[in-house]
Nanobody
Framework: QVQLVESGGGLVQPGGSLRLSCAASGFNLNEYAIGWFRQAPGKEREGVSCINNMDGKTYIANALQGRFSISRDATRNIVYLQIDSLKPEDTGNYFC???????????????????WGQGTQVTVSS
C-alpha cells in the first residue's frame, strides 16, 4: 500500500528557506515518480516539481526555477523539496504524490492519478 507523508512546512518569513520532506513507504521508490504540488487558498492546485526516481530526471515548473529544487534520499525513501527565497505567494498546502512509470506523464504533466499524501502547510509572512 502506497503511503506518503509530507513534513517540514511551517511559518517562515519572506526570504527564508524550507525543506519539505515526502516520506514514502509501501512501494519501491526507485520504480516511481514523485511529484510536488501546491494549493493556495482559493486557487487551483498547481504542479511544482517532479522527479523520476528510476533515472533521476527532475522537472521544476518554469515560474519556480531558481528557487525550488527537488532531490531524493533513496536509502531513506524520502524525496525533498527545497524552497529558497520564499515569497508570500508561496503560501499554500504542499502535497507530494507518487505514480508508477506508466503514469508519470499523467501525474507530472497533468497532476492527475497517483497516490497522494495529506499535505504540509507552508505560510510565508512577516
Amino acid at each position: 500500500q502506497v503511503q506518503l507523508v509530507e513534513s517540514g512546512g511551517g511559518l517562515v518569513q519572506p526570504g527564508g528557506s524550507l525543506r519539505l520532506s515526502c516520506a514514502a513507504s509501501g512501494f519501491n521508490l526507485n520504480e516511481y515518480a514523485i511529484g510536488w504540488f501546491r494549493q493556495a487558498p482559493g486557487k487551483e492546485r498547481e504542479g511544482v516539481s517532479c522527479i523520476n526516481n528510476m533515472d533521476g530526471k527532475t522537472y521544476i515548473a518554469n515560474a519556480l526555477q531558481g528557487r525550488f529544487s527537488i532531490s531524493r534520499d533513496a536509502t531513506r525513501n524520502i524525496v525533498y523539496l527545497q524552497i529558497d527565497s520564499l515569497k508570500p505567494e508561496d503560501t499554500g498546502n504542499y502535497f507530494c504524490a507518487a505514480a508508477p512509470q506508466t503514469e508519470i506523464l499523467r501525474l507530472c504533466v497533468h497532476g492527475e492519478g497517483g497516490s497522494w499524501g495529506q499535505g504540509t502547510q507552508v505560510t510565508v509572512s512577516s
